[in-house]
């Protein structure tokens, strides 16, 4: 996965200049990265890890064992430089291409871990240490923006997909329920009355029409829409008409639904559809929520796979190294293992340059680097920046057999959980199931679960995995470390990892220190994607055709 | 698959120089010439386009003809010649019906093959062929689950050899009815074995019936646009008649009928429109004797369905004459 060609390529960049310098190969910044290059910037893109994709990575685990050792050992990575900052200011004023700057101003970088309260349940045999884990699955919507990017950017004749299988529910009685994904699964379904079939279908099709592509996929009787099932014009304008009604609607999404006559178990399943296209229920407004449903429904069409949602095939820190691809045929520069130490600033606090860990000077107009990154502003305030309070908990887990059967390829799904707080909070957990084949004789499932309650989080996750494994008796523990002590001793449980990754407060300073920042870890790229095309924009005054 | 033409792509010769090789084939099977040679440049043409019925006679005669070739050999060399025959024979059909699955005159060949090998072969060879046939029928629904020679071809297997479908069969269609159910075929084929396999039970056919209206529901209610499970609906309304028996079983049951029209009643609040509906509802009232609101239901499909005026204007006089 690593390429260790560019580790050691000791490019001379002593009098580089770039357009951009990209900081971290996170999937926000690899898109900007092959955006800007194949846009005509000189790009240099760096990172301090010696792999590519950031958070967003693909690791082995004795990779990702390593990566998480390091995240205990530093909660600031911040290196040494080889000079000190006089030094520096010395070498930039001899430097001939820094001499028409009078007054130059070094504002020192760090670089945060995002990983915190790292826990590790370890009885991984040998063989597992070839098992892939991605720090930040991601499950990309078959149709939209983000797809868009991979065919215009190219980057998709690098990457392999394959569809997400069956989409769950976790229900309170730690039921899974499938989420019924096209006209076969809502005919076949025996939880739903005729009447919700009724209603679920006529949604469906309506915010189907939104999508004007949606009829240059044939219809096949794994979608939406029958085979060679053709709209009538007349009534596809009367449902024009009805969805534009919806999305002007000022109410929020549970409301509206309830005009429409859904019941629980329906809302639970555009629930479930929303947290897989990145957006949440409670906060999301109805015409995204219409906008995305057609999305999906276009999505089904036009994959013929059970649901409109596609897995990176080798994980999503492929889609990283396919875009950094991109960008390096473009003429964009890869340094990995080089962190950013400095940034060079005018008198006008404009950047004007960057020195890296091994005492390069690199002089540039634009850099981007995620939130992560953390600048000190001037001499006298060196404060660290509050971190955020928000954050998401993350675990791990990797399993010889499947948690969510029948376990073939890969399975999504989504629960609510009321925790046993002071206030009986109900938290989101999201997790993917990847079957994957660690080598001939061995299969194993890689779990993921998610949850962005900073406060509760950590037990959400451990409460839902124990309904998912022993329904019944769910309601046994409360306490996390007994729920700790309790995973310890699942069936088949081979390596397990909880941990808490922070989001740092994004700061946005358009032409200041900073030209621009990207906030990291908002989880999906479908959400992200249009802050990057925003950059984009701003970088290169020219808006991103798709 | 559906609504595309059978024939996708053209033949691989131009067509000046296909026809000529037509033409060179049909006047072999005049002269009756059965060398390997004539062979050869018969099943080429057949290949190519497997609608030409009269090599696949002439194919038929071929058999034949061998057949009373190979009569007088031993028992054992008869059965090798014989089973050598017929897997080429099969073989051919099945490069042809690859090409093109929809031409009437290969499956026909398909069931001359069988009938023949019925007829001359012991029942250990003709029971692996029927077997084979069912499993390639199978195969071929999977890939295309609407192409109904595959079901027509299915159920005259079964006649041939002589056997009344079983829960299997039933479990097979139910199946494809699962993967999906806007397939006329799949419903067609049901509406075939289920008076056939509850013949003599009327208590287990009225359960049947029963759960089948039930699953019909589930697929109305889906997609209420779709004509195929209206129609099977319709057929297990009038009492799921078979061709042999003119009885049916829910002649005199109209509580069910009662419950059917509060159903349609339903689907009609949410989908007012629908056309089928509003047809079957019709139906319904006009068994009950209720001309009123069965009239009413034809003038609200006539503004509908204007195309259509004329059938709802004759549905109406004949109902008035019978009333």
């Known amino acids: ?546 | 698959m559906h609504g595309v033409r059978s024939y996708a792509e053209p033949p691989e010769e131009d067509s000046a120089r296909f026809i000529s090789l037509a033409k060179e084939a049909l006047e072999t099977c005049k002269q009756r010439d059965f060398s390997s040679q004539a062979l050869s440049l018969v099943n080429r043409v057949l290949e190519l386009n497997p609608d030409e019925y009269s090599l696949w006679n002439y194919h038929k005669r071929f058999v034949l003809n061998e057949i009373e070739k190979i009569m007088n050999y031993e028992p054992a060399s008869f059965q090798e010649a014989a089973e050598q025959l017929f897997d080429s024979e099969f073989e051919l059909t099945q490069r042809a019906l690859y090409r093109h699955p929809k031409a009437y005159s290969a499956w026909q060949h398909r069931i001359f093959l069988l009938k023949t090998a019925k007829y001359h072969l012991p029942s250990k060879i003709y029971e692996g062929y029927f077997k084979k046939e069912l499993e390639i029928c199978a195969k071929l629904l999977d890939l295309d689950d609407r192409n109904f020679h595959g079901w027509a071809h299915r159920m005259r297997v079964g006649d041939i050899r002589g056997l009344q479908p079983s829960r299997e069969e039933l479990q097979f269609v139910t199946e494809r009815i699962y993967g999906n159910f806007s397939n006329y075929s799949a419903w067609h084929h049901r509406s075939r074995i289920l008076p056939i396999l509850f013949k003599d039970q009327r208590d287990q056919y009225y359960l049947a019936v029963q759960e089948d209206l039930e699953l019909v529901k589930q697929a109305i209610f889906t997609e209420p646009e779709d004509q195929s499970a209206w129609f099977y609906f319709r057929w297990l309304l009038r009492g799921a008649p078979s061709y042999q028996t003119t009885v049916s079983v829910l002649d005199i049951d109209n509580e069910i009928l009662k419950k059917e029209l509060c159903i349609l009643e339903e689907l009609l609040t949410l989908e007012p429109k629908c056309k089928w509906a509003l047809l079957t509802k019709f139906y319904l009232l006009q068994i009950f004797g209720d001309f009123d609101n069965a009239e009413t239901v034809l003038t609200t499909l006539q503004k509908l369905d204007p195309l259509r005026n004329g059938y709802y204007m004759y549905l109406k006089e004949k109902m008035r004459r019978s009333s």
């Open chain 1, 1 to 546: 996965m690593v390429h260790e060609e560019a580790i050691n390529m000791d490019t001379d960049l002593k009098d580089g200049y770039f357009d951009v310098v990209v900081v971290g190969t996170g999937l926000a910044e690899s898109i900007l990265a092959a955006l800007l290059a194949s846009n005509g910037k000189s790009v240099l893109h760096l990172d301090s890890k010696p792999f590519y994709g950031g958070d967003w990575a693909t690791l082995s685990l004795s990779k990702l064992k390593s990566y998480f050792a390091s995240c205990y050992l530093s909660e600031n990575g911040v290196s040494e430089p080889k000079k000190t900052p006089t030094e520096l200011q010395d070498a930039i004023r001899q430097n001939e291409h820094f001499q028409q700057y009078t007054d130059i101003a070094l504002l020192p970088v760090l670089e945060n871990s995002s990983f915190s309260d790292v826990q590790i349940v370890d009885s991984a045999e040998e063989w597992l240490n070839r098992a892939m884990v991605d720090l930040t699955p991601q499950i990309i919507l078959g149709n939209g923006e983000t797809v868009d990017m991979l065919v215009q950017t190219q980057a998709a004749s690098y990457l392999e997909f394959r569809g997400v299988d069956e989409i769950f529910w976790l229900d309170e009685s730690g039921q899974l329920q499938k989420v019924p994904t096209s006209r076969n699964d809502i005919f076949r379904s025996m939880l739903l009355t005729p009447v919700e079939k009724r209603i679920f279908m006529k949604f469906l099709k309506t915010c189907a029409v939104y999508e004007p592509s949606l009829f240059q996929y044939e219809g096949h009787d794994g979608g939406i829409l029958s085979a060679g099932q053709v709209v009538n014009s007349s009534e596809e304008i009367a449902e024009m008409e009805q969805v534009q009604k919806w999305c002007d609607c000022s109410l929020c999404l549970d409301n509206w639904l309830d005009e429409l006559h859904f019941t629980d178990r329906l809302k639970h399943y555009v629930f479930a559809l929303l947290g897989c296209c990145g957006e949440k229920y409670e906060s999301c407004a109805v015409a995204t929520a219409v906008e995305r449903i057609s999305q999906y429904c276009c999505a089904v069409q036009r994959f013929r796979i059970s649901s409109g949602f596609l897995y990176s095939k080798y994980g999503s820190g492929d889609i990283c190294e396919a875009l950094c691809r991109r960008c390096a045929i473009h003429g964009g520069v890869y340094l990995l293992r080089r962190q950013v130490t400095y940034l060079i600033c005018d008198s006008s606090s404009q950047v004007i340059g960057l020195v890296t860990g091994n005492g390069d000077l690199i002089r540039c107009s634009v850099v981007i680097g995620s939130t992560s990154l953390e600048v000190k502003y001037t001499d006298s305030s060196w404060t660290r920046r509050i971190s955020s309070d928000k954050g998401r908990w993350k675990l791990y887990l990797i399993l010889d057999r499947p948690v969510l059967l029948p376990g073939k390829g890969v399975d999504l799904f989504t629960s609510h959980l009321v925790v046993q707080s002071q206030n009986n909070e109900s938290c989101l957990v999201e997790g993917i199931q990847v079957e994957q084949q660690v080598d001939s004789v061995h299969t194993v499932y890689v779990i993921y679960l998610s949850c962005d309650d900073v406060e509760n989080g950590k037990i959400a996750l451990l409460l839902s995995l124990q309904k998912l494994m022993h329904p019944i008796d769910s309601h046994l523990c409360h306490s996390s470390s007994d729920l700790w002590q309790l995973l310890k001793q699942f069936p088949g449980l081979k390596y397990a990892c909880i941990g808490f990754c922070r989001d740092w407060e994004p700061i946005i300073q358009l032409g200041h220190y900073y030209s621009c920042y990207l906030t990291k870890d908002i989880h999906s790229i479908q959400t992200q994607i249009d802050q990057v095309f925003h950059l984009y924009d701003y970088i290169t005054h020219r808006e991103w055709q798709s």
